[in-house]
């Protein structure tokens, strides 16, 4: 997704967006296909009747055994409402029964009951008959498990029974949720396999300890009253909590619990689960940082806004200013050679300005082109040097340099590697105050040339540090600036440092006491003889394509 950001004219100057990566979605969608897959084989292999229904009584999945005790096809039954099915549809009282026990699952409770199913030949069996409703992670019907057992043969009937049972406990063991059952006081009298083996308790143990004896400490009072309540008002549970691995770890699980009643209403029974959705949890966490980020963006572009418009302003004012003195006429040699001389600065600086917007630009939209040849970093920077020396000489700072001898050549762009020197020493100028000191230094660390900033000017607040190379992050507010600047120069140094391999970092020991920014950049294995003199080029920024 993207968005465009337009200019005052109404023409667009910035597309930003987000790509989402879906490779997670498609491995998703095969482990679906795969999972539906194994179902059907799990279905068919049961010798009990079971499908699953909607909500509102509708047959979307049956399994073979329900269709063989008829001779059906699954055109005959899919898709169709239950009740109307061909095992019911031959007394209105049983279909009354079957839609009575429909909607009863759906509204969440186990229903389950003895009852007559026509088979093969219009002959009837007695089928221990029940329906189960399942619920998604907030706690509604999602759909409903019927199933049936033919009964018409007692004995036969209990062995079949038991062999359902195992059946039952082999899908509480694969499916991923922790399965449990309660007594209807509350206490836990079966727990799944994966139970264990998250908690590493078993039964005997979760019965010793308690099952708050896994909760994490800040949850655990919700949970034991939400439990007391359901368990005093007879209604179904549901919380997000955080349980304890056998590790010690906590992670977020969804925990619910349904009641099973009798016949007079009466809770006999709480069969329960519980999700794990630290993922869930996890990407929600991931949505508000993100939300956050985004407020913070508009916040950021806000202040940019305001920025731009204030520095590209303060410069045109001087311009407009001594323009209009100029065209009087009035003026004296030595007032018009000033007024000309300002109005040259002013257009210098605001062009300076308008050429980093632009090699911002250039550097988001992957537009701007290196043209590498080995070089020596000495007289890169002593070329820097020389194009800020005015600067330097306006506040009286004292320059240290010190260069290592012989410390290789790096492949690089001369303009940019300048550039990056340049905003170093301009941002050291600019925050250094009047008779401060910056040093200059150029040395080797292992395979790489460091290049080393050091100034005795406002210094960095720790919390701002990792902001200092972002783009137009600058440590104090848009109405409260001192220093003016787009907030743009270490933004350009990081990028171009990073198109040359190298890296960026900065240190300070906090407000006041100066900051230290340094370049890291890869030596080249090439000759020293010849290098690249950049001090007859002191406008090679002014060119910038």
């Not at 909607?103 to 969440?108: L, P, S, Y």
């Not at 004896?213 to 997000?240: C, N």
Request: glycine content about 6%; some cysteine; proline content about 3%.
């Amino acid at each position: 997704m993207g968005n465009v950001t337009y200019d005052a004219n109404g023409q667009p100057m910035r597309l930003s967006g987000i790509n989402l990566d879906i490779t997670q979605l498609k491995e998703n969608e095969a482990a679906l296909r795969h999972s539906q897959q194994q179902l059907r084989i799990l279905l068919d292999s049961l010798p009990i009747f079971t499908g699953f229904l909607t909500p509102d009584g509708v047959l979307t999945e049956v399994n073979q055994a329900a269709l063989d005790l008829a001779d059906l096809q699954r055109e005959d039954v899919l898709n169709k409402h239950f009740g109307e099915a061909y095992w019911w549809s031959y007394d209105p009282k049983i279909q009354e029964q079957i839609d009575n026990a429909i909607r009863r699952a759906a509204a969440g409770e186990m229903v389950r009951f003895d009852v007559l199913a026509r088979v093969r030949e219009g002959n009837s069996i007695l089928v221990d008959f029940g329906i189960v409703p399942k619920f998604n992670d907030r706690g509604q019907v999602e759909y409903l498990v019927p199933f049936g057992m033919n009964i018409s043969d007692r004995e036969a009937a209990k062995q079949a029974l038991k062999q359902r049972e195992h059946e039952l406990e082999l899908i509480t063991q694969v499916i991923p949720q922790q399965i449990w059952t309660a007594a209807k006081d509350g206490h836990l009298d079966y727990i799944n396999q994966r139970w264990q083996d998250y908690t590493g308790f078993n039964l005997e143990q979760m019965r010793q300890l308690g099952w708050a004896s896994i909760v994490h400490p800040d949850e655990l009072p919700a949970v034991s009253s939400s439990w007391i309540q359901a368990i005093k008002t007879k209604t179904k549970f549901a919380l997000e909590i955080r349980l304890r691995s056998a590790e010690g770890t906590y992670n977020w699980f969804l925990c619910t619990a349904t009641p099973l009643r009798n016949k007079q209403g009466e809770i006999v029974k709480w069969y329960g689960s519980n999700t794990d959705i630290a993922k869930i949890k996890e990407l929600e966490q991931k949505l508000l940082q993100q939300t956050e980020d985004l407020i913070q963006a508009n916040q950021l572009k806000d202040e940019f806004l305001a920025i731009v418009s204030h520095e590209l302003r303060t410069p045109l004012n001087p311009i407009l200013g001594w323009s209009q003195l100029l065209l009087t006429g009035r003026l004296d040699a030595d007032k018009t050679a000033q007024g000309i001389a300002i109005i040259e600065r002013n257009a210098k600086l605001q062009a300076q300005l308008i050429d980093d917007l632009l090699d911002v630009s250039r550097i988001l939209r992957g537009k701007l082109n290196l043209n590498k040849i080995p070089l020596n970093l000495e007289s890169v920077i002593r070329s820097a040097l020389t194009t800020i020396q005015l600067a330097i000489e306006a506040k009286s700072i004292q320059i240290e340099t010190e260069f290592e001898f012989g410390i290789g050549q790096v492949l690089g762009d001369a303009a940019r590697l300048q550039q990056i020197v340049w905003n170093l020493l301009a941002n050291a100028v600019k925050f250094t105050p009047e008779q401060g000191h910056i040093s200059v230094r150029l040395k080797r660390i292992a395979n790489q040339a460091l290049i080393e900033v050091e100034d005795t000017g406002r210094g960095i607040e720790p919390e701002f540090i990792p902001y200092v190379f972002d783009r137009f992050r600058q440590a104090d507010s848009a109405n409260t600036r001192e220093f003016g600047g787009l907030g743009l120069g270490l933004a350009i140094v990081r990028h171009l440092s990073e198109l040359h391999g190298g890296t960026v970092a900065v240190s300070s020991p906090g407000l006041n006491q100066g900051a230290t920014f340094s370049v890291s950049l890869p030596l080249i294995n090439v000759p020293t003889a010849k290098h690249i003199d950049l001090e007859s080029d002191r406008s090679i920024l002014n060119n910038e394509q």
